[in-house]
């Protein structure tokens, strides 16, 4: 990692990348495997997949993220992100990627009137570490895709959403070993997260795994302004709940859907980014004996 006085990220050229970015646009103009080796001159068959680039932040600069999103649309593909700022503010910048509208002088968010947009983050085979806060903040009406994805550990919450108007759909992603806390920083995040927070809004999750997270593994808290589907997916080994839901009865309840996914208290997730291949202390090829365990509905855990 490099010390920086501002926010602007440093942009750091992996897997054979010889010249470095000079801003983003140039970094992300150009993503196919063809384009990097004409780039570099070297023969097509010596790339076997496509060329990833490498962004780490380490700045002064209270709770200030690698990426915010306020307005309109913003696509992510084969990077990795390491984020880490001083601060505590884990909803309004302390975190990788913040998609967030504005707000106006009395503090409300402001609506975006067409043409303009609602803010919206598309990212897909991201790999995401905030050494001092959360992955992945979609708040205030924000929108967010996330597909093909390793959010892995974090500080605090690997991905959260919370406001009305605010949606996130996650598919084909890891979310795993989130919730760490960060006590090497003064004033730092204390340990206790989950991987995928739900306080109001809308989430859908299909075919990922969430493991091994130091407090719940998914959480969903209103009980009058939540939407959750979680279908196909791992829930393994996180720290206190699996599976976190509003009680039968509500209105959030009534509008949330779980099926066909395995919830154990130990074991292994399946990974399913193809990302987490890549870290051989969170994959081995088989899974061990787990017993599996029903959802739970305390609604009595929340992150601090």
């Known amino acids: ?128 570490v905030s050494n001092s806060g959360r992955g992945i903040v979609v708040i205030d009406g924000g929108n967010s895709t996330i597909r093909n994805c390793f959010v892995h550990e974090c500080a605090a919450t690997g991905i959260y959403v919370g406001g009305p108007g605010s949606m996130a759909i996650i598919e084909r992603t890891d979310v795993v070993k989130n919730g760490k806390g960060n006590n090497r920083l003064r004033r730092g995040i204390a340990p206790g997260h989950s991987g995928i927070y739900l306080e109001q809004g809308e989430a859908t ?24 589907l979680v279908e196909n997916s791992d829930l393994v080994a996180n720290g206190t709940f699996q599976l976190e839901i509003p009680p039968v009865g509500t209105v959030s309840r009534r509008r949330s859907t779980m099926r066909d996914n395995w919830v154990a208290n130990r074991g292994l997730g399946r990974s399913r980014s193809g990302l987490m291949e890549e870290d051989s202390d969170m994959l081995v090829e088989e899974q061990h004996p787990t017993v599996e365990v029903p959802t739970l509905e305390p609604a009595l855990m929340h992150e601090v």
């Open 1 to 128: 990692q490099e010390s920086m006085r501002t926010s602007a990220p440093t942009i750091l050229p992996k897997r054979g990348l010889v010249r470095k970015a000079t801003s983003f646009r140039q970094l992300f103009s150009c993503r196919s495997a063809q384009g990097v080796a004409e780039e570099e001159e070297l023969p097509i068959e010596n790339i076997s997949s496509p060329m990833r680039a490498a962004i780490f932040m380490q700045t002064r600069i209270n709770d200030e993220p690698i990426i915010r999103v306020r307005q309109g649309g913003f696509s992510l593909r084969h990077v990795d992100l390491v984020h880490s700022c001083p601060g505590t503010d884990i909803w309004n910048g302390n975190t990788a990627i913040q998609v967030q509208p504005p707000f106006d002088m009395e503090d409300h968010p402001i609506e975006a009137n067409p043409p303009s947009v609602p803010p919206f983050a598309a990212l897909e085979h991201v790999d995401i």
């Open 205 to 228: 999750i299909r075919n990922c795994n969430i493991s091994s997270n130091t407090l719940t593994g998914i959480s969903a808290i209103s009980s009058t302004n939540a939407t959750l």
